[in-house]
C-alpha cells in the first residue's frame, strides 16, 4: 500500500515538472549548517568534516533517501567550505556539488564561554557559493505508455548560486540564506521549475549549573519557498560538557524529531535521528545518524 500511494505522488510529480530537493532536517542542517548556508564556512577554528543522511536503513522501497558530505575550513579572516548532497526519491535523484566563502568580521572574544562547549566567536559572516545541480528523473521505470511527458528521461545538469548571513555570540545566533538564488534561470532544461527555498533560523543559549555544564538551546528555521506552504521547526536541545546531548524537534509539516548523540575522544560526534512522519504520510518515518570529525582541539574546547 506504502509502494503504491508512494508512486502516485511520483506520478502528481512528474506531470506537474516541479523539482524541489528534500529540505534538511534537524540534525542536518543543525549539525551541518553549510550545506543550507555559506556563511558558516570555516567558522570554527579548526577544520570539520561532517557526513549526515537518512532513508538509507528504512524498510521500504521507495522511501525517500538523503545524505551529506562536507567540509569547512577556517583561514584568518576567511572561511572555506565544499560539499556534496544527494537526494533520491521515486524515480528522481539529485545530486548537488558546490563550494562555499565566507568572510568574518570578528567583533570581540567571548572568553566566558565555558570550554566543553567551545562556544563559536562573536561574529559577522557573511558567505557565497557556487555550484552544480545534477537532476535525473528515470520516467521510463515507471513503464506510462501513450504519454509524451513520459516518453524518454530526464538528465540535465544546474548551475547555482547561493547566498548567505550569519550573526553569532555567546547567547544566540540568527541567520538567513538562499542556496541557489538563481534558481532554474540557468538550466538548459525548460519543462524544469526549480522550488527554491528561503531559511531564516536562530537560537539561544542557556549555560546552567554549577560550571555551566549543561547548554540547553532552543532554535527555530523558517523555510519560505513560491508556491509551498511555509514550512516552521521548532527543536530544542540539551547538551552536557560536549560528551552527550539529545534533541526534539516538530516540523509545522507533521513531522516529529528525535535524536540522541555523544561525542567520542573529544573529536568525533556521532548522532542517531528518528523522523516520525504524523497524519498517515505516504512517505513514512525515517530514521538516520550523522557523523562530524573537528580537528584539533575538538568539540570539547580547548584545555
Known amino acids: 500500500m506504502r509502494n503504491y500511494l508512494f508512486t502516485i505522488v511520483t506520478l502528481l510529480l512528474s506531470m506537474m515538472h516541479v523539482f524541489a530537493q528534500q529540505t534538511p532536517l534537524f540534525s542536518d542542517y543543525n549539525y551541518n549548517t553549510i550545506i543550507i548556508n555559506p556563511a558558516h564556512s570555516g567558522l570554527q577554528e579548526e577544520t570539520e568534516i561532517a557526513f549526515t543522511n537518512r532513508g538509507l536503513v528504512d524498510a521500504f522501497d521507495g522511501t525517500p533517501k538523503y545524505l551529506s558530505l562536507s567540509a569547512s575550513i577556517p583561514k584568518d579572516y576567511s572561511g572555506f567550505g565544499g560539499g556534496i548532497l544527494r537526494d533520491e526519491i521515486g524515480v528522481t535523484t539529485t545530486t548537488h556539488f558546490f563550494a562555499s566563502y565566507a568572510y568574518k ?16 566567536p562573536h561574529v559577522m559572516s557573511f558567505g557565497i557559493s557556487a555550484g552544480v545541480l545534477q537532476y535525473a528523473e528515470d520516467l521510463l521505470d ?61 537560537a539561544y543559549k542557556v549555560y546552567f549549573g554549577s560550571q555551566e555544564e549543561f547548554l540547553l538551546k532552543p ?78 582541539s575538538g568539540y570539547g574546547g580547548k584545555r
Open 105 to 120: 568580521i570578528f567583533l570581540s572574544q567571548d572568553s566566558n564561554v565555558p570550554r566543553w562547549h567551545n562556544g563559536n
Open 142 to 202: 515507471l513503464n506510462i505508455t501513450n504519454d509524451i511527458n513520459f516518453a524518454q528521461n530526464i538528465n540535465t545538469s544546474i548551475p547555482t548560486i547561493g547566498a548567505g548571513f550569519l550573526y553569532n555570540e555567546r547567547n544566540f545566533y540568527v541567520g538567513i540564506a538562499a542556496p541557489n538564488i538563481v534558481g532554474d534561470l540557468l538550466s538548459s532544461e525548460k519543462n524544469i521549475e526549480l522550488v527554491v527555498p528561503y531559511y531564516a533560523y536562530g
Open 219 to 296: 532554535n527555530a528555521l523558517v523555510i519560505v519557498s513560491d508556491g509551498a506552504p511555509t514550512q516552521v521547526d521548532m527543536n530544542l536541545f540539551l547538551n552536557y560538557k560536549s560528551k552527550l546531548e539529545a534533541g526534539i524537534g516538530y516540523r509545522t509539516n507533521s513531522l516529529v524529531n528525535m535524536l540522541v548523540g555523544c561525542y567520542i575522544f573529544n573529536n568525533v560526534r556521532i548522532n542517531y535521528t528518528y523522523n516520525i512522519a504524523l497524519n498517515n504520510s505516504p512517505l513514512g518515518s525515517s530514521q538516520g545518524f550523522s557523523l562530524s570529525y573537528r580537528a584539533g
